[in-house]
């Protein structure tokens, strides 16, 4: 999966030469590796298409990280 355009409102991610539309955001969140909130950590967001299908992205603490897309199962 490919995060093509990420806007506070919506995602457009591309998977198996699909352009899917995420239209809600079900959760945001940091993932930290250590457990204990330090060192950073991996901005993580839960969206949603219209049709109920679940994206989970997720981008490294830096501001040139990109975000990368997998299914929520």
């Known amino acids: 999966m490919k995060v093509l355009t990420h806007a ?3 995602v457009l991610v591309e ?4 352009v899917i539309r995420l239209v ?3 959760d945001r969140y940091v993932a930290y590796p250590n ?3 330090v060192h950073g950590g ?5 969206w ?3 049709q109920g ?3 989970r992205l997720s981008r ?3 501001p040139e990280a990109l975000w990368a897309a997998q299914a929520w199962v």
Do not use: M
């Not at 998977?15 to 699909?18: I, L, R, S």
């Open 15 to 18: 998977t198996e030469g699909e």
């Open 8 to 10: 506070s409102e919506w």
């Open 53 to 55: 299908k679940v994206i």
């Open 24 to 26: 809600r955001c079900l």
């Open 35 to 37: 457990r204990q909130g």
């Open 60 to 62: 490294a603490p830096t």
């Open 42 to 46: 991996e901005t993580v967001q839960v």
């Open 48 to 50: 949603e298409d219209e």
